[in-house]
């Protein structure tokens, strides 16, 4: 079964500190997708990125920056020179695809609080 | 261009009445999830629709009943509402391959917020 876990519950960093929010997944699956996704406190849901396990090349988009690492199952998102607007509860999410059928398993999420 | 509507945003029922939560996409996307929310546990499916006329339970399907309506379409039924069934509700939508870069695997709408007493 497909498992993803965020150990951190709640991180709180003073602003313009880089902070990074760690995933790791567990799939049986040899194709699969992860994703970031971002809940601020109006509670939509913010999708961030995704990355395909089969391209293991990290990504950057302006402060925010990805690591995916098979060897580790791991899939961090580092937030850099952290802002006010950051905060926010941010998910990791692992896809299976299943004949046309996609479907998402959440993390339970970390809740990050950028301090003034 | 709304993407995923969902209605009504906020709800409170008494324990033992029904009701059904609706959501619409305007994608043209073939799949549909409902979500639930809860502190500390993340988002959790409920039910899919891989497509018009087919529904499957997903990892909490226990006291709900899904109805995909049409293709763009996909309802969440109470039928006896009870108070651990208090959460917030996210329907989404996606395309049937995830192989194009760049696709956003799933639209979410802004969530229903459930209250049982």
């Known amino acids: 079964a497909q498992k993803v876990t965020q150990a951190q519950t709640e991180i709180s960093v003073v602003e313009k500190e880089d902070v990074t929010l760690d995933c790791v997944y567990e799939?049986?699956?040899?194709?699969?997708?992860l994703f970031w996704y971002k809940q601020p406190p109006s509670g939509e849901l913010v999708f961030l990125i995704r990355?395909?396990?089969?391209?293991?090349q990290n990504e950057i988009s302006g402060r925010y920056s990805w690591n995916f690492q098979k060897s580790t199952s791991s899939f961090n998102f580092t937030i850099t020179a952290s802002q006010v607007v950051d905060s926010a509860v941010y998910f990791c999410?692992?896809?299976?695809?299943?004949?046309?059928?996609?479907?998402?398993?959440f993390g339970t999420g970390t809740r990050l609080t950028i301090i003034p | 261009n709304a993407g995923v509507t969902q209605t009504p945003k906020f709800q409170v029922l008494k324990t033992g009445q029904s009701m059904t939560l609706q959501c619409a996409q305007d994608?043209?996307?073939?799949?549909m999830y409902w979500y639930r929310q809860d502190p500390g546990m993340g988002l959790r499916l409920i039910y899919y629709?891989?497509?018009?006329?087919?529904?499957d339970k997903g990892e909490v399907p226990n006291g709900y009943n899904v109805s995909r309506l049409n293709k763009r379409e996909f309802s969440l039924r109470l039928e006896s509402a009870a108070p651990s069934q208090t959460s917030v509700y996210f329907c989404?939508?996606?395309?049937?391959?995830?192989?194009?870069?760049?696709?956003?695997?799933?639209?979410f709408g802004d969530g229903t917020r459930l209250s049982i007493l």
């Open positions: 989404a939508s996606s395309e049937t391959r995830w192989g194009r870069m760049g696709n956003q695997p799933q639209h």
């Open positions: 799939t049986r699956d040899t194709t699969y997708y």
């Open positions: 990355r395909n396990s089969f391209d293991e």
């Open positions: 999410a692992l896809g299976e695809t299943n004949f046309g059928n996609e479907k998402l398993t």
């Open positions: 994608m043209n996307h073939n799949s």
């Open positions: 629709s891989a497509s018009e006329g087919t529904t």
